[in-house]
């Protein structure tokens, strides 16, 4: 068998260009323009490209588009007060703070600091408590996962009644929202971590595999159970000297072409889930600014 490659980049257009029409018409409804504050401490070279791209994908979507880039030397208390001040200003519908923080910054409080519907991360106390208790629809759910969720929808429909699902890494970011999204879709999963004993064997039962490790090509092929759907949330920099001298390369958590013998479904790295994630930050932001206009 050779897999079906879900196209995250297809996917991820179609959902922003959803967004871009749902954004005019929120504009057209009740006169309002979704807001997106994306917040970058210091300097780090991949940080600044994240940041900008969302902050270009969100203006190329039609919204309000703040950026704020704060010296490297930004004392928390700074930091702080310069959420409190997104959390008052009501042309913002999201906050995104770009992690990693400074170590001299406490991260979580700095989450935590920003007004739940404000939190397009989905990584308040309040949305992660939501996702848990199966209330998804009124919590921000963290962006990759919820963007896996829709790539697995493609392949398989929103309901996996019957479905085996494995989620190999337990992050906060990834893992476990990803464990509460698969299990509130009905599949029956188990999430997998560096103490899972015999992982080989644990992969091949599930009919839905998602690596979420930070670990290149981890997952072997003949972990993969013939016909799964693997989702590759990994996304890792390797030495490529076939490209030439100092050249590296994107892979996944997976190997790619074993897997894709395999597997019914695949997601490629890069291309794959990576896309998914900046046009969810972009649906967040969307759905943020609905919610808003509906309980003012
Ligand atoms: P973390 O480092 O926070 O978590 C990694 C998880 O993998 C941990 O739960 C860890 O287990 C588990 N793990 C590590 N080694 C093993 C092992 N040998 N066997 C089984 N499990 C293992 O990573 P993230 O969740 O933040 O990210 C995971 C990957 O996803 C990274 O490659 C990251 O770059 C990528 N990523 C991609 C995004 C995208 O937009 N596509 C967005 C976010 C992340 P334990 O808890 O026991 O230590």
């Known amino acids: 068998m050779t897999a079906r490659v879900i196209d995250g980049k297809v996917h991820a257009e179609e959902l922003v260009a959803k967004v871009t029409e749902g954004t ?59 959420v409190e001040r997104l959390n008052a200003d009501p042309s913002i519908h999201g906050i995104l703070v770009q992690l990693p923080l400074p170590r001299h910054i406490d991260s979580g409080k700095v989450i935590q600091a920003i007004a739940p519907h404000k939190d397009v991360d989905g990584f308040h106390f309040i949305n992660v408590g939501k996702l848990g208790t199966g209330e998804a629809e009124t ?57 899972t004993a015999d992982l ?51 892979v996944g958590d997976v190997e790619y072409s074993a897997a894709a013998e395999r597997a019914g479904a695949i997601t490629p790295v890069p291309g794959g889930v990576g896309p998914m994630t900046i046009a969810m930050l972009m649906a967040n932001t969307l759905r943020a600014a609905e919610q808003s206009v509906t309980n003012a």
Request: some cysteine.
């Open 24 to 82: 005019a018409k929120l504009k057209q409804a009740h006169g309002a323009v979704p807001g997106l504050a994306v917040v970058l401490v210091g300097s780090d070279p991949a940080s600044q490209v994240y940041v900008s791209s969302k902050s270009k994908r969100a203006a190329a979507c039609g919204f309000h588009s703040v950026q704020r880039d704060l010296p490297e030397d930004t004392s928390e208390a700074d930091l702080l007060a310069e």
């Open 139 to 195: 919590a921000l759910v963290p962006c990759t996962p919820a963007g896996s969720m829709l790539l697995i929808e493609s392949a398989l429909g929103k309901d996996l009644s019957g479905k085996t699902a494995v989620v190999v890494g337990r992050s906060n970011i990834v893992g476990k929202p990803m464990f509460n999204l698969l299990l509130q879709a009905n599949a029956t999963v188990t999430i997998a971590h560096s103490r």
């Open 200 to 250: 080989p064997a644990l992969c091949r039962t599930a009919d839905i595999l998602v690596a979420a490790i930070g670990k290149p090509e981890f997952i072997k092929g003949d972990w993969v159970k013939p016909g799964a759907t693997v989702i590759d949330v990994g996304i890792n920099r390797i030495d490529a000297p076939e490209k030439g001298e100092g050249k590296t390369r994107l």
